[in-house]
């Protein structure tokens, strides 16, 4: 019997043990996948013990940056966006970009050429690497901007008409606070503009309902996690390429 989970915290929002039990079952594999929420003051002395005891690890919010001195290794993807959300034998791995980039790549179009990522965590991360692959310059949204970024206040009419894409990063409007969203100003978005929410559940964000209200079109982030769980699985089973050192 193999061993696998995923640590962060809460996790009462994750699809990922259902998704990874079911696929267990259905091709007769042998394993089984739990949840790990994990508080703060915990993570050390937890995640040690799961890198110990698991055959596969992901890892979610708010850890995806905080696990990295665990670590050996950092592979290639891993080491450029500097957020990792799987291990495998104490290397650390980002499957979040490539989730992102296959979901999201389909619905761009040619006058797409500038995105607003909300958040700064290790989600806004991997959605930054994977928008400049596909030819999109990113700029991050905070709350507390620092040089290079903007804050919420900043999205002026100017703003929001030259940036068609907007990716939500940050845990706003996730279950069970349903009722949340980032503050943007929603009557500015048009049909020319694409919402994308890392979030899938619930399936349809508060953000992404404000932005279907004005006409964008809008995709969550349940395609995002079943790239990124395919791609895990991928590297549980050896098929990853040999990580660089850190």
Not at 2 to 16: C, M
Not at 35 to 52: D, G, I, V
Not at 170 to 195: F, K, N
Not at 206 to 219: E, M, N, P, S, Y
Request: neutral net charge; charged residues 20%; contains cysteine.
């Amino acid at each position: 019997m193999r061993h696998y989970g995923i640590i962060g915290y809460p996790l009462h929002h994750s699809f990922s043990a259902k998704f990874f039990n079911e696929k267990f079952e259905r091709e007769q594999i042998e394993a089984e996948y739990s949840l790990y929420p994990t508080p703060a003051e915990s993570l050390p002395e937890k995640f040690e013990h799961l890198l110990s005891t698991l055959d596969g690890m992901n890892v979610t919010l708010p850890y995806k940056q905080a696990v990295i001195p665990y670590l050996d290794q950092l592979d290639e993807t891993a080491e450029a966006i500097g957020a990792v959300n799987v291990v495998y034998k104490r290397v650390g791995y980002n499957t979040d970009c490539l989730g992102f980039m296959e979901s999201i790549r389909p619905l761009l179009r040619a006058t797409d050429r500038k995105a607003l990522v909300l958040g700064t965590g290790g989600a806004s991360k991997a959605a930054c690497y994977g928008l400049r692959k596909l030819g999109i310059e990113p700029t991050l949204v905070s709350r507390h901007p620092q040089p290079g970024m903007l804050g919420y206040n900043d999205l002026d009419e100017q703003i929001m008409s030259e940036y068609t894409v907007i990716v939500n990063c940050t845990p706003l409007g996730m279950y069970p606070d349903v009722d949340a969203c980032p503050e943007i100003p929603y009557q500015l978005i048009s049909a020319r503009h694409l919402l994308f929410d890392c979030i899938y559940n619930p399936e349809e964000t508060l953000f992404l309902k404000r932005g279907k209200a004005q006409g964008a079109t809008i995709r969550n982030g349940l395609e995002m996690l079943l790239g990124q769980a395919k791609a895990a699985w991928k590297i549980w089973g050896g098929g990853a390429k040999r990580p660089l050192s850190r």
